[in-house]
């Protein structure tokens, strides 16, 4: 069984500028999670998809990020415009049927804001 | 922000070893999780804790649920080089709450 995939795994912009993430969860889990990882910390989430519905957005800051899961699979996290503390990993997980399901981490992708 | 405080922080040990580390909160938990992350990667579960005073083993590994809920460790016996990593506590507080992680443990491992 694959597990969940992200891209890019590294991105580098300037600040300003914008930048989205992509998430493909694992086969027929329908929760959807969106991390963020400062260096030194552990995960904190932003946000929580079960099916298409975002349950949980309560820690997304939402002047400059948003997030989409059309159809129930896919995600894409977007940061517009990204500030230079926005560098961290955003890592994407997935569970089985809720929040209280084992969650599964993608590697993340590292982002770096010039 | 962050409810669990982890410790240590950091760790040198001998292969060999065997490695204790701990977590605790002021707060009630109902899941006790342990995650391990290695470099580039995301956080994979090593062991789950449902209930007040469970032990679980897993290989080496072996974590516990505090009776109080506010607590829980993990020990790790005759440690290896690989494993080396950072070791996260994560767990969810009473009712629909996200999954809260601590700072984390960084393991080395001196062959």
């Known amino acids: 069984e694959a597990g969940v995939v992200q891209s890019p795994r590294y991105k580098i912009i300037e600040k300003k500028q914008p930048v989205a993430f992509w998430c493909n969860p694992i086969s027929g889990h329908n929760t959807l999670y969106w991390y963020l990882q400062n260096l030194g910390q552990g995960p904190e989430l932003l946000i929580r998809y079960e099916n298409e519905e975002a349950v949980d957005d309560s820690q997304l800051p939402k002047d400059r990020f948003s997030a989409e899961r059309l159809k129930g699979v896919d995600s894409t996290l977007k940061i517009q415009p990204a500030e230079l503390g926005d560098s961290a990993v955003y890592l994407c997980?997935?569970?089985?049927?809720?929040?209280?399901?084992?969650?599964?981490f993608g590697p993340g992708t590292r982002l770096t804001v010039l | 922000g962050q409810q669990l405080n982890q410790s240590p922080q950091s760790m040198f040990i001998q292969e060999g070893e065997d490695v204790s580390m701990n977590c605790t909160s002021s707060s009630i938990f109902n899941t006790w999780l342990w995650y391990k992350q290695d470099p580039g990667e995301g956080p994979v579960l090593l062991i789950a804790?449902?209930?007040?005073?469970e032990l679980t083993s897993n290989g080496r590994l072996t974590a516990q649920f505090g009776i109080t809920r506010k607590d829980s460790f993990l020990n790790i016996s005759a440690s290896i080089p690989s494993d080396v990593g950072i070791y996260f506590c994560?767990?969810?507080?009473?009712?629909?709450?996200?999954?809260?992680f601590g700072k984390g443990t960084r393991l080395s491992v001196i062959a």
């Open positions: 804790l449902y209930k007040a005073g």
């Open positions: 994560a767990g969810h507080l009473s009712g629909n709450t996200p999954l809260v």
């Open positions: 997980a997935s569970s089985r049927r809720d929040f209280t399901d084992t969650q599964y």
